[in-house]
């Protein structure tokens, strides 16, 4: 069993309404996107893996570097639980590339410039949308979201509390 960690980035804000959230028991949107080595991941292609999708808002910031490099400390751990950890975000393959060689991250962030994967999964903004949502999602082996977290706080817990959703399901 492989899981994925998708780390997102947004840079536009979007409606919290609770009818315009992807929710649990909800199919996962598909997309492409390049990586920061400019090779191309589509999210149909893990099919039959667990997929955890993790949005963050910005790269090199204090809480984001903080949640990206505890991922990085973590990474073991989510290899014993056949888990594959890739970043997204609204920032360039260049700004993926320069937060993870900086950071030593030891997992694929793909680039979600214009923030359209973002606003596939709806994930909410906070403070009037000017602040990028951070939200977790584990996408099972049909392609069906089956968890979500959403703390802007607690950057850590969304490692933890993925890490333990993984040894619920095992």
């Known amino acids: ?64 570097t903080k949640e990206a490099c505890s991922f990085r400390d973590q990474f073991a751990n989510f290899e014993d639980a056949d888990a594959i950890i890739i970043g997204i975000s609204g920032q360039s393959v260049k700004s993926h590339l320069e937060f993870a060689t900086k950071y030593n991250l030891n997992y694929t962030l793909l680039a979600d410039e214009g923030n359209k994967v973002r606003k596939l999964f709806k994930v909410p903004s906070n403070l009037l949308g000017l602040i990028p949502g951070r939200v977790t999602y584990l996408v099972n082996k049909e392609g069906i979201v089956v968890y979500k977290f959403n703390s802007q706080s607690d950057v850590e817990k969304h490692v933890s509390e993925s890490l333990e959703f993984l040894k619920d399901i095992k």
């Open 1 to 64: 069993m492989k899981v994925i960690i998708m780390i997102g980035l947004t840079l536009f804000g979007m409606a919290s309404g609770a009818d315009n959230k992807l929710k649990e028991g909800s199919p996962a949107p598909d997309f492409t996107m390049q990586d920061q080595d400019g090779n191309t991941h589509t999210l149909s292609e893990y099919k039959g893996q667990l997929v955890v999708v993790y949005f963050y808002p910005k790269d090199d910031t204090p809480g984001c």
